[in-house]
């Protein structure tokens, strides 16, 4: 058993008296394919090292009682009666997922769930879908719900979108749940099919964050996501076949940029382009031209600074702070934006000089020391301990 599980039983145990189940699911970081997912479009994300654990056990009253060393409290909700909606606090994210598995017919019973989370809150490294995840194992785990992982990515996905409020796209939960030790993973969030493209082992994920937190249950995230529909509506009034902008070519839209506005036409071609990139760039990965593949990072970044305007001036200081540093491939913002952590491409020798290098750069810019995280592509959710009492 890893020390961290160890340690979490032992909690678990003092405080319910009972051995638990453990369930594990990893953050992410995506390599690149920014706002495209909820475009019906392609992304390219791993899984990572820092993940959150659930340990777990059933409880006969029907009560679902969640609780963590890292918030304080303890919420109790009654299954038979649980809210429709968000309630305002972190636990939301667990109780989502009880309650949309309800809602899809599973009879659940009650139980006990400590969440212990690696991955930094608000840092655009998908803690809220490593809970969900993980949740979601676990809560099937003690009802014996058995359920394909692609099913337990969309449900999670479902609990962000109609409990918590958050429009959020399918990439996180499916990578948290499907992602593969020392893999890249190009989906197509149309049709959710997947390819698993090694990375070279002999480069490092480096994540740098700008300690600037994001939220997404607030409006921008929300705002973009209308916007590229305002976009769809727009363009299909010339190309009635459109269903997203997955669908929209780079000349379909070029062809009408003066019928839209330049908001609106930026958004689009954000979009257009960033799924040409994701696919250039499975080509450029799949040869091990890291070069070539980090030259399109930088152009994601700037297209996401400039015409999705998601970034943030600490987010484009992190990214210019890499520049020239030895080993370094490529980068850009990871993520939803607004704050949140720079993604990396760093040669593995290179990666422990990089990681103080670039700290130094972005403490002298801005006053603020930034956590800097050496990361390798990881495996997705797990059940770590398989007994409970
Ligand atoms: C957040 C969402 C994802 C995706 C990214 C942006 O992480 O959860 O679905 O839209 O933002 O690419």
């Known amino acids: 058993m890893e020390m961290e599980s160890e340690k979490l039983v032992q909690q678990f145990v003092e405080w319910v008296g009972k051995m638990p189940a453990v369930f594990r699911a990893p953050g992410r970081v995506n390599l690149i394919g920014e706002h495209t997912d ?17 340990a777990a056990s059933a409880r006969d009253d029907g009560q679902l009682v969640i609780r963590s060393e ?3 409290g303890e919420f109790k909700f009654d299954l038979d009666h649980p809210p429709g909606h968000r309630t305002g606090s ?38 809220s879908a490593a809970i969900e ?22 449900l999670c996905q ?19 749940c499907l992602g ?7 989906l197509d969030c149309r049709s959710l099919e997947f390819e698993l493209i090694p990375i070279p082992d002999r ?113 484009d200081l992190m990214v210019e702070a890499a520049e020239g540093l030895p080993g370094y491939y490529g ?6 934006g607004f704050g949140g952590c720079t993604l990396n491409l760093v040669e593995s020798s290179h990666a422990d000089a990089f990681v103080e290098a670039v700290a130094r750069r972005y403490q002298q810019a801005t006053g603020t020391k930034p956590d800097v995280y050496i990361c390798s592509a990881a495996d997705g959710a797990t059940v770590e301990v398989n007994r409970a009492d």
């Open 38 to 54: 909820y475009n019906d479009g392609f992304v390219m994300p791993s899984a990572i090292g820092l993940g959150t654990r659930v």
């Open 70 to 72: 890292q918030f304080p």
């Open 90 to 127: 972190w636990c939301d994210y667990v109780l989502g997922v009880a309650v949309v598995l309800q809602w899809a017919g599973h009879s659940l019973r009650g139980a006990n769930l400590w969440v212990e989370s690696e991955v930094p809150i608000g840092a655009g490294l998908s803690s």
């Open 133 to 154: 995840v993980a949740c979601a194992l676990a809560l099937m785990g003690l009802n014996e719900i058995a359920l394909p992982k692609v099913e337990v990515a969309r």
């Open 158 to 176: 479902r609990s962000e979108n109609t409990f918590i409020g958050a429009r959020v796209g399918i990439m996180d939960q499916f990578v948290s």
């Open 180 to 186: 593969k030790a020392g893999h890249a993973l190009l």
């Open 203 to 315: 480069v490092r994920m480096v994540v740098c964050n700008t300690m600037v937190k994001h939220q997404h249950a607030g409006g921008e995230y929300n705002r973009r996501r209308e916007e590229c529909e305002e976009g769809v509506r727009i363009l299909s009034q010339w190309y009635p076949e459109i269903r997203a902008l997955r669908d929209v070519s780079a000349g379909q839209l070029a062809e009408h940029e003066k019928d839209i506005s330049e908001k609106i036409f930026g958004r689009c071609r954000h979009v257009v382009e960033e799924n040409e990139r994701v696919q250039e760039g499975a080509r450029r990965l799949r040869a091990g031209d890291l070069n070539g593949f980090g030259a399109l990072m930088r152009e994601s970044h700037r297209s996401l600074r400039d015409l999705y305007e998601v970034s943030c001036g600490e987010l």
């Open 331 to 336: 980068g850009r913002m990871t993520g939803g």
